[in-house]
């Protein structure tokens, strides 16, 4: 124990003496501080002078944590990434505990990966405050309130060091499900220097907060509503859940402080919160409460229909990648019944139609793969470079091998899954060589002689109908019966239901469409099913200039192809003939009437079949 350790410890008796005797808090200190110092020698028991290691659960009971939270962890991991990439280079480190205290995610640097688990900063770490006393998460957890433990805050004199700032998330229902927590080891020693970090925390919380709620009510109405109209779709302040009937089902912990005149606010009609019926409520852009006293600029977020009971609950990272299709639906509810199983999955699908996303669902999803997902393009790779990638080689066992060993990636993906992208384009010798890995379950790297035990699930995917290259003598047939050990089939996307969902998925509320331009989406054949769809979103939203994808932001091929071109009505044609001839064809004055740029003015003239008048 060192002389800073002894100091704290007689800093809390002292403290925990005082406030215990004068009935009041130490005004030395912050008072969420010290309740929780007191409460841990009143209530847990703790003796401040009992130094404690950190606490890490074993794989199995940490595993049993991370189960119960996977749905949040799922739909928080995208928020989560986005927070280390600005937290990391000043060193800090990310956690998201349970609502034990349990560390069940955790980003930081693989390079201190020691001294982060010496001090609990780490997978697994326990941080409620009955075990570890004073603590972010744990006093997170006690109060229900966001608050930054810093450095002599703590009440074990172990993690004096250490800063910590951690924001509850909360649930739809209002019940706190976890805790995001932002800590690094070391730090400057006013506590003032956490406040950036404590802000970064609260927003990325909000945020996580918003998606669970907006994922976990995707079957209800959802209202998005704020006070500002610049920002009531990229950043609302209030989410309110409403069922078909119009009562209330979810809202964010915003929304509870609004409606905290009403202490049971689930059950609500919509009727007691803004006046109207439902029907005009959900299509209004433009709110006032019952009051009359507030006004707020609104968007409706319609439901999406859902799945079908069938006594199958879907895994929520495979559920995620529907939006209520019906044909992808009962596929997904297939492959869910086969996580468990040792069976090995031939995904079909048009190109571009989201096989490796579903792919990488399934691995995730799956309790058998603890290991890594290991994805190979067999149409990508060379065919004499093929069987080296897959297999490995030893030193110079043939030309150009170079002198050291090369594990492949058959073996890399030990444990986990190989996913073979189209297979069917594999050439036959590899063929071969694959199906005495899926008959043995061994490999023998390029040079060796032995072969070597490899414990791998393999989920392989193709474009072509692989029974027609089988006939067409371009793939083994006891191949395929080993690959399609269950068949899971994708339908295009000019079949799917739920494009509407999916536009939106991707848009992730950076654009609004119009009518006009959704339209145009929904009637394209898309031939290249998903990848095209983005690609098309991510050209419409360089394009449009107001927030506001418009028609003529789209891409010229979902425009002038036939019969999908939505046709421009006569209108359109003539109104945009007047302007013209009104500023006397001068573009730059048109557009800026119109509020567009010259650029888009161009386009929506070709589009209209317009044509400039001759200089003269």
């Not at 009143?42 to 890490?56: K, V, Y």
């Not at 006393?133 to 744990?138: D, F, H």
């Not at 006046?275 to 439901?303: C, K, N, V, W």
């Amino acid at each position: 124990m060192n002389l800073s350790q002894r100091e704290h410890i007689a800093n809390v008796v002292a403290s925990v003496e005082q406030a215990t005797t004068a009935q009041v808090l130490n005004p030395q200190g912050s008072d969420a501080v010290q309740a929780s110092w007191l409460r841990c020698v009143n209530h847990h028991g703790l003796d401040p002078s009992r130094l404690q290691e950190a606490r890490i659960l074993p794989a199995g009971q940490l595993r049993e944590h991370r189960q119960q939270l996977e749905e949040l962890r799922f739909v928080a991991q995208p928020g989560l990434d986005k927070l280390y990439q600005q937290i990391a280079p000043a060193g800090y480190i990310l956690l998201l505990a349970d609502a034990q205290g349990v560390a069940v995610d955790y980003l930081g640097d693989v390079n201190a990966e020691i001294s982060l688990r010496r001090a609990g900063l780490f997978l697994g770490a326990q941080w409620s405050e009955a075990l570890s006393g004073t603590c972010a998460v744990g006093t997170a957890l006690a109060t229900r309130q966001a608050i930054t433990i810093h450095q002599t805050d703590h009440f074990d004199a172990t993690h004096i060091p250490l800063t910590c700032s951690a924001v509850p998330l909360f649930d739809s229902q209002g019940d706190l499900q976890a805790v995001l927590d932002i800590s690094a080891l070391t730090s400057p020693q006013p506590r003032t220097s956490q406040h950036l970090v404590m802000q970064l925390a609260q927003q990325q919380a909000q945020k996580i907060e918003n998606a669970w709620l907006l994922h976990r009510h995707r079957h209800d109405w959802v209202l998005k509503l704020s006070r500002n109209p610049a920002w009531h779709d990229i950043e609302p302040e209030f989410l309110l859940a409403f069922d078909a009937h119009g009562r209330l089902t979810g809202l964010n912990p915003a929304a509870r402080h609004w409606l905290k005149a009403h202490p049971q606010p689930l059950g609500l009609p919509l009727s007691a919160l803004f006046p109207g019926p439902m029907e005009q409520l959900l299509y209004t852009p433009q709110l006032e409460d019952i009051s009359g006293q507030q006004r707020f600029y609104a968007q409706t977020i319609h439901p999406v229909r859902p799945t079908p009971a069938t006594g199958v609950t879907l895994s929520p990272k495979l559920a995620a990648l529907s939006g209520g299709d019906p044909q992808l639906d009962q596929q997904l509810r297939r492959a869910t019944r086969l996580l468990d199983s040792s069976l090995h999955v031939l995904v079909q699908g048009e190109t571009g139609s989201g096989k490796e996303y579903f792919a990488r669902a399934f691995h995730q999803a799956s309790p058998r793969c603890k290991g890594p997902f290991v994805a190979v393009n067999c149409a990508a790779i060379p065919a004499s470079l093929l069987e080296s990638e897959l297999f490995g080689h030893l030193p110079g066992s043939f030309s150009g091998a170079g002198s050291k060993a090369r594990r492949g990636l058959i073996q890399a993906a030990e444990g986990g899954t190989l996913f073979l992208d189209e297979i069917g384009d594999m050439p036959l010798e590899m063929q071969t060589r694959l199906l005495r890995v899926l008959s043995e379950q061994e490999v023998t790297p390029i040079g060796a002689r032995q072969p070597q035990k490899v414990d791998i699930r393999v989920l392989s995917a193709s474009h072509h109908p692989l029974a027609q290259r089988v006939a067409d003598g371009l793939f083994r047939e006891d191949l395929l019966y080993r690959l399609q050990g269950a068949c899971v089939h994708l339908p295009p996307l000019r079949e799917r239901k739920d494009i509407n969902w999916l536009i939106e998925q991707m848009l992730a509320g950076r654009a609004q469409l119009s009518d006009r331009a959704r339209q145009a989406l929904v009637n394209y054949r898309w031939p290249g099913n998903l990848r095209e769809l983005n690609h098309a979103l991510q050209y419409a939203l360089a394009m449009c200039e107001s927030g506001v994808i418009e028609w003529d932001d789209l891409p010229d091929t979902l425009c002038f192809v036939a019969p999908f071109q939505p046709p421009a009505s006569d209108d359109q044609h003539e109104a945009l003939l007047r302007q013209l001839r009104t500023v006397h064809w001068n573009i730059s004055a048109a557009a800026r009437q119109l509020g567009i740029s010259r650029m888009t003015l161009y386009r929506r003239l070709q589009r209209l079949g317009i044509q400039l008048p001759e200089r003269q």
